[in-house]
């Protein structure tokens, strides 16, 4: 195709490239969302209906790049982490970013009303974040910051909402009743005033959601593939290829069981 | 709210900044759009339709950030550009262009059904760069840029399709008539076969997309203040505020002229 | 030349470029002067030798890159900026910064002994940055600042020093009279204790050294020019290449007199 | 000390760091050192004088910065590897970068007459790059890369020369004679022309020099301690500090047991 004279501004672009061999992971977090939560009526503390459709954009970000191992989501934030071998899209840290976050704010939107059975009353909109890890140790402290934020802020909300709605106090009045106390002093107060075990809630509230890459036989390629071979046992033929599907989980990553459990080869 | 000890893992986030008093574009560009205009049987060259949820798209994201002041769009393409004051998330490249291209998919994702009439049948994806352009000068060629792309992409489109609807060739048929040849033969081929006269097209596929900042007056605002004078004429006030607004145009930003006339503040 | 296997390992480097059209400036700093300084037994506030080895080392690295127009230097650092149009090394930053500071460092120290006639005690180093203006108004504002600083610190060091050396004071009681004065406080007070008119010391103290590029007739070239024409008149002769030369001043580059004068190219 | 109003400028700066817990790798190479070398009239193929040099301005900047463990130098370039949890500067890599190579650059320039005993006839500049590797394994590949190179054109380079100054052949001769030839075909050559058993050569040819770091005992502190002690055999005593010194080698690194011999803590 013919090019123009103004061809030349395409070199101020710039090329800038996730290291080779270490975690590439991608932080997507709700843009103002408190607000969103507030015009869609989402119910205090979690909205569980609110947290499917995040992991339906999450799965579907996941299945379109298989190159992803884990997922981790809680509230309006999701983490992908891509193997350090990757070379999606050459590494190129604003093609990645952009491709995933936008993906993930089509599915939401487009999700949001089956799974929610309430309309969309205002366009979502997330940002995004690229960072790399070099090393399993640190790619692991990354999950565990975000599964212990979790922790900590479910123990906080479930509190400060069970002091308003069910306890009858002001805002200010459970804020200031829980500043600076400790967990210990959260689970016992839930436990004496209102009869909840925490470790009792849903997992999904307490955990987070993770997504768990499993490799699985491609049934489609190998009744093929077996057919095939019932025509003319002769024929030559290839390894049926393996499929990556995704396990939606709500389990501790803290400890290091999960981790080899799951990804055997991290550890090779 | 309490900190885990794997907060450390913050510091392998890199913070990169776009140059400050440049102009900062982003380009969106559909990811597979070739495949997703085929599942959706878009019209060959051009689907107006389609064109559409791109507008509405492109809109919602000037609306959302007013320091916009132009926006071009054409295919499955749109530029974006911030002025040079802008301090929109203190220039950070990540969150500006995550940002940005999220809204612009969730946008495209909810409108799409309401203005083609067809279901949706893919999760659509873009990608999205951010450049910085230091000057006027480069910052209008760099839009000459898409708009030269778009007309001769649509010469030779419309050549092609109707080579292959009306003509009856098949596509390589087609390929090998176009192959190497400039405008003027582009132009004779459609005038003298096809009765086509090209620079009679709808100027949105000849000209693409132009979204231009106004200031309006903001009527809500200004209507409160008349009313507030009326009841206490010496009311201290201050200048009603302005709204910015953005007008869709299929013009050519290529002349100066479109530029002295739209946005004289940037020859100041 | 054969290859070996590691080869791989150069994907790991990064490409950083300087945006096109944008001013480029290096700033060299002397890394632990203050002990350089004393080691050497400089003069204070200000020693003459010292900062005629500074001026030489910028001269070298201005002679060898002519595409720097102007250099600035005071105490123990040196700015330079290049041409908006400088392709020098495809504008890598890492390439420009290092070769920049290795140049002024192997010219500081293979001048040190011959300028101050001392010994060098110390292997001296110098950190340096690279930094992109994006126009004239931002690049005027940088050398400003250098320009601004320079005044700043010499009024307070020529005081400070004339307190002690001269007024008997200590570092500490030195440092609490000058603590959060003005100008005119500091002014006054060298002209009523110490007899010195402040705006009449040596510029190179005051305003800092300048290097400004010129373009003059390269001479050689002239004179084979001239000589071939003698023996042949009819010779097929080209223009004679301008040659940069730089010309060191000790004057206000605040005033936009200093650019227009001697850069009106950046006014075109 | 007082601000101006230019301090804006300093907002254009970028901050660009390391990613942490990677090795950061320092690489210098010397700008047109062909001629430099010609200019100095350096033996062919390697000049030990030369060589010395650029071995003590390598010494001189790993006991400047006792966090590279590793150093390793050829023909005109050095490298430097600072430990993964190495903070120095903040790990900024434009600070790190530049304050290597113009340590080096004095360096070299100081010691250049003493050792070679010739003049120095221009003044040398490097440049230098630096690149994070995330283990172990591409640091290793890093510096086998750097290590197969020096003996790649060592091999080559001691032919061409052996050729021209014992052979007799042209420059163009000695180049058609190796061209596209292995390794065995030139060890064969020096052996059967020339009486050269290659692997008898220097090493230092061969293998390049490496700078090992290795920790001592600080003498001077250890003497003070046991006087300290003799003087007060009760007096309370901290461990005396161990020292980095730095080992000069011409070994093989390309094998493991190197590594594995000099940094077990590598492999911890």
């Not at 996730?18 to 969302?33: A, N, Q």
């Amino acid at each position: 195709m013919a090019k123009s004279k103004f061809e030349y501004v395409k070199t101020f672009e710039e090329q800038d490239s996730c290291l080779p061999e270490t975690f590439m992971v991608i932080r997507i977090d709700g843009k103002g969302f408190t607000k969103f939560s507030d015009l869609h009526k989402f119910e205090k503390p979690n909205d569980l209906a609110a947290l499917s459709v995040m992991n339906q954009a999450a799965k579907d970000v996941c299945t379109e790049f298989y190159e992803i191992f884990l997922a981790f989501g809680q509230s309006d934030e999701y983490s992908f982490v891509f193997s350090k071998e990757s070379t999606l899209f050459q590494r190129r840290k604003e093609k990645i970013l952009s491709t995933i976050v936008s993906l993930f704010s089509s599915s939401y939107t487009f999700h949001f009303e089956k799974i929610t059975g309430k309309p969309l009353l205002k366009i979502p909109a997330f940002d995004a974040r690229i960072v790399c890890y070099p090393n399993l140790k640190t790619l692991r402290d990354y999950f565990s910051w975000r599964q212990a934020d979790c922790h900590i802020n479910n123990l906080y909300n479930t509190c400060f909402w069970k002091l308003i709605i069910e306890g009858g106090k002001s805002n200010q009045e459970a804020e200031n009743l829980l500043k600076n106390t400790l967990s210990d002093f959260k689970n016992e107060l839930l436990f004496s005033q209102f009869g909840i075990n925490y470790s009792k809630l849903d997992p999904i509230f307490r955990k987070g959601s993770l997504f768990v890459r499993k490799y699985t036989v491609d049934k489609e390629k190998q009744e093929k593939l077996e057919k095939l071979l019932k025509e003319n046992p002769k024929a030559k033929v290839s390894k049926p290829r393996m499929k990556a599907t995704y396990e939606l989980q709500h389990v501790d990553l803290i400890q290091e069981e999960f981790w080899r459990l799951n990804f055997p080869e991290l550890y090779e």
